[in-house]
């Protein structure tokens, strides 16, 4: 899923720039990152570039890109690329070094920036938030629950009692039960049975503190 505040920067046939906003309602400046200008340049004119990256460990590399759009969300500023790996999306602030080529850019004749940043943003957050729960939600809650998980949360279908299925996904059982414990008015968390505990035994801390 896309959040609010992504913008895509796109090379159309026609050599023009277009600047497409998604889902925000006002725009606050940020300092770009070293390199955007010189990827910028290269998507505009649709060339490879030699590409510096440093990863999340720190390991730095380099490999040879090809330019396909340029994605702000939030503060933060991306590459959509083609590589030899397949696509692969990097964030500007860590790009090293970038030195565009007089090499033509392939780009996929079904390419799409936005749709390909919804995918990546979706596996992203999966990859964020692993862990899932299934629960049974009555109608009046499914509101409530959108609102508090947004993404997080896929909406299945109805029960014989009315309910209905859900599932919704979290960083570890911990963390997603003590989400899930102030929500029991409408929520019945059917699997996996170790949230079940975790629910249980912050049902009986809240007992034993307030009786």
Request: glycine share 10%; proline share 6%.
């Given at each position: 899923?896309?959040s609010?505040?992504?913008?895509?920067?796109?090379?159309?046939p026609?050599?023009?720039l277009?600047?497409?906003?998604?889902?925000?309602?006002?725009?606050?400046?940020?300092r770009?990152?070293?390199?955007?200008?010189?990827?910028?340049?290269?998507v505009i004119?649709?060339v490879?570039?030699?590409?510096?990256?440093v990863?999340?460990e720190?390991?730095?590399?380099?490999?040879?890109?090809h330019?396909?759009g340029?994605v702000?969300?939030?503060?933060?500023?991306y590459l959509?690329?083609?590589?030899?790996a397949?696509?692969r999306?990097?964030r500007?602030?860590?790009v090293?070094?970038a030195?565009?080529t007089?090499?033509?850019v392939?780009?996929?004749?079904?390419?799409?920036?936005?749709?390909s940043?919804r995918e990546?943003?979706?596996?992203?957050?999966?990859?964020?938030?692993?862990?899932e729960?299934?629960?049974l939600?009555?109608?009046?809650g499914?509101g409530?629950?959108?609102?508090?998980?947004?993404?997080?949360?896929?909406?299945?279908?109805?029960?014989?009692?009315?309910r209905?299925?859900v599932?919704?996904?979290?960083h570890?059982?911990?963390?997603?039960?003590g989400?899930?414990?102030?929500?029991?008015?409408?929520?019945?968390v059917?699997g996996?049975?170790s949230?079940?505990d975790?629910?249980?035994?912050?049902g009986?801390?809240?007992?034993?503190r307030y009786?």
């Amino acid at each position: 899923m896309v959040s609010s505040g992504l913008s895509c920067w796109i090379k159309w046939p026609q050599s023009r720039l277009t600047t497409s906003t998604f889902g925000t309602n006002s725009r606050v400046e940020h300092r770009p990152p070293r390199f955007l200008d010189e990827l910028q340049d290269a998507v505009i004119r649709g060339v490879q570039v030699r590409l510096g990256y440093v990863d999340r460990e720190g390991a730095e590399s380099g490999r040879t890109v090809h330019p396909l759009g340029i994605v702000a969300k939030g503060p933060s500023w991306y590459l959509v690329s083609h590589t030899e790996a397949g696509r692969r999306t990097f964030r500007i602030d860590r790009v090293s070094s970038a030195e565009p080529t007089d090499d033509p850019v392939r780009r996929p004749e079904d390419f799409d920036l936005a749709e390909s940043w919804r995918e990546i943003a979706d596996e992203v957050d999966r990859k964020r938030t692993p862990f899932e729960i299934q629960a049974l939600c009555a109608p009046q809650g499914i509101g409530p629950l959108r609102i508090g998980f947004g993404g997080r949360l896929e909406v299945g279908g109805s029960t014989t009692d009315g309910r209905v299925e859900v599932v919704i996904r979290g960083h570890d059982e911990y963390t997603l039960a003590g989400e899930l414990s102030g929500l029991i008015e409408w929520l019945e968390v059917t699997g996996p049975a170790s949230v079940r505990d975790h629910l249980a035994s912050i049902g009986n801390a809240l007992v034993e503190r307030y009786g």
